[in-house]
């Protein structure tokens, strides 16, 4: 499985951005994919998960109400729309998948695919 990521830049604070995540050589849709974000001298964190064939998703409780990840099964993509930015959402960015339904794995070690990160950087 591959895993490529897009869409950072720099937003101002308030601002949008979409983040996006296209996965191939993948043998099924029994795959969930998620974001994972790093700031600068901080651990990789949880931002949100989705299973790729279903409707079920997750967040960290940070960007709840904020930020909303969603899937387009056909094309094996998953995005991240990142409203309401704060300095503090400055990160790099990361997509991550591994195989199965659950969507409420929070830990990095739990996914086994990784695209390259990324960086959203939000300006105050």
């Known amino acids: 499985v591959q895993l490529q990521a897009s869409g950072g830049g720099l937003v101002p604070a308030g601002g949008s951005l979409r983040l996006s995540c296209a996965a191939s050589?993948?043998?099924?849709?029994?795959?969930?994919m998620a974001w994972f974000r790093q700031a600068p001298g901080k651990e990789r964190e949880f931002v949100a998960a989705?299973?790729?064939?279903?409707?079920?998703?997750n967040y960290a409780d940070s960007v709840k109400g904020r930020f909303t990840i969603s899937r387009d099964n056909a094309k094996k993509t998953v995005y991240l729309q990142m409203n309401s930015l704060k300095p503090e959402d400055t990160a790099v960015y990361y997509c991550?998948?591994?195989?199965?339904?659950?969507?409420?794995?929070?830990?990095?070690?739990?996914?086994?695919?990784w695209g390259e990160g990324t960086l959203v950087t939000v300006s105050s």
């Open positions: 050589r993948l043998a099924s849709s029994d795959y969930t």
């Open positions: 991550a998948g591994r195989w199965g339904y659950s969507v409420s794995y929070y830990s990095s070690g739990e996914y086994g695919n």
């Open positions: 989705s299973r790729l064939n279903g409707a079920r998703t």
